[in-house]
């Protein structure tokens, strides 16, 4: 993962992106247990708010190095990458409050933990509320900021509904 | 009313075994998680219907 994570820094570096952060299940793996994911899903922020050519840039500089894409991916160093164009202010939020970080030796930047619950609330799939149950139980984190979060992009309700289904709360 | 509320101990005992365990996961360095992140790519494939299936990564 570690070469995929070069690749990626790279792209800002050559600046075909403004800015990036971890996110999807791989995001998740970083504060919680291991869990079945198969892609490493990328959110960034386009160098122009263009969004034609967004994504042919970067997969045509990709593909000169060699990488190939596979349906909506593109397989780097042995690793299906998801690149994300930021697609709403929560996305976009969260990846411009993300946080550097290390995988082995190479700097990479990851979407905080509290921007991971809000936008499993937001997608709301079967995997997301599984993966907040284990966010919920098994990590210290930043209540107070993940409430912020959820009343600015209100979602506050949702939370307050999936906590009284699972929790009775 | 007041016994519906009771928990088995056997079943409190495991609960918290089991909170420990997550927790304890949870805590493992992110290198060892995606270790165990292919394992479970691995055996995913090797048990589960065609349409779950993804790709395992080829990073070791």
Known sequence: MEKALKVIQELQEKRLIKNYAIGGGIGAIFYIEALLTYDLGIFFIPVEDTKIMVLSDIYNYLQNKGYKPDQEQIIIEGIPVQLIPVYNNLIKEAVEEAVSTKYKDTETRLVKAEYLMAIMLETFRAKDKERLIRFLEDLDFNKDSFIQILKRYDLKGKYDHFMRLYYGE | ?60
Request: charged content about 35%; glycine content about 4%.
């Open chain 2, 1 to 60: 009313m007041e016994n519906e509320k009771e928990t088995d101990p056997l079943i409190e005992s495991l609960m918290e075994t089991k909170k420990k365990l997550h927790e304890h996961r949870a805590k493992l360095p992110v290198e060892e998680k995606i270790k165990i992140l292919v394992q479970l790519q691995e055996l995913a494939n090797e048990i589960g219907p065609s349409k779950g299936k993804g790709m395992v990564w080829k990073i070791f």
